[in-house]
């Protein structure tokens, strides 16, 4: 079966496929599309993978810090997913970005939104995106938040996550940050640098 995919040139760029009647459209020599024709028209099309990539999911129960590295220069969108997250402190959880160069510590442009029953409070933030803090080591987090690229190195974040514990609230992380590279790496850490993670899991999604 012979392919013509008009090239605005008075022949077009010309593609023969295999006996199988399939074209296989590939990224990185991995197959994103399938398409399967009968001679005259197009039957069907199969993505064989999806366009979505899941990051491999982290135990967070140890250390101070959680890192996602090794993120694609392709990538636009990227989302991290807590799942019972804790810690054995009340210090507020901060989501740094990082490039080869290291993880940006300032330089945000943030506000930390907390609402608890009907009362709503919050900070303004720049050493990173910042979750409220838990009254309690015993309080436990789940939601997410999304690092969208506006251009360049410029990133945009928005989040929302739910507290559970001794007082529950929900709190809005969001905000901005030009980093001085090309974006590797995803860093969820303590605000004092000293409670750690005793319970829950993390994982990112990125596209």
């Not at 605005?8 to 023969?16: A, E, I, K, N, P």
């Amino acid at each position: 079966m012979a392919i013509t995919l008009n090239a605005s040139t008075s022949s077009g760029l010309v593609q023969t496929a295999d006996t199988s009647g399939t074209i296989d459209l590939q990224s990185a020599g991995a197959t994103k599309l399938s398409v399967t024709s009968t001679g005259t028209s197009i039957a069907q099309y199969n993505p064989s993978a999806s366009l979505i990539t899941s990051g491999t999911a982290v135990a967070s129960t140890s250390g101070t810090s959680i890192d996602f590295t090794s993120i694609p220069s392709w990538v636009k969108r990227i989302t991290v997913m807590f799942n019972g997250v804790s810690t054995n402190g009340t210090a507020n959880l901060l989501f740094r970005l990082g490039t080869s160069g290291g993880i940006a510590s300032t330089g945000y442009s943030g506000r930390t939104s907390n609402i608890v029953s009907t009362t709503a409070n919050g900070n303004n933030d720049t050493i990173g995106f910042v979750m409220g803090s838990g009254a309690s080591a015993a309080d436990i987090f789940y939601g997410s938040i999304i690092f969208t690229n506006l251009n360049a190195n410029i990133w945009c974040a928005q989040g929302s996550f739910s507290q559970i514990g001794a007082t529950a609230f929900t709190t809005f992380p969001s905000g901005a940050i030009s980093l001085s590279g090309t974006l590797t790496t995803v860093r969820i850490t303590t605000g004092n640098g000293t409670d750690t993670f005793d319970a829950g899991s993390i994982n990112i999604l990125y596209e």
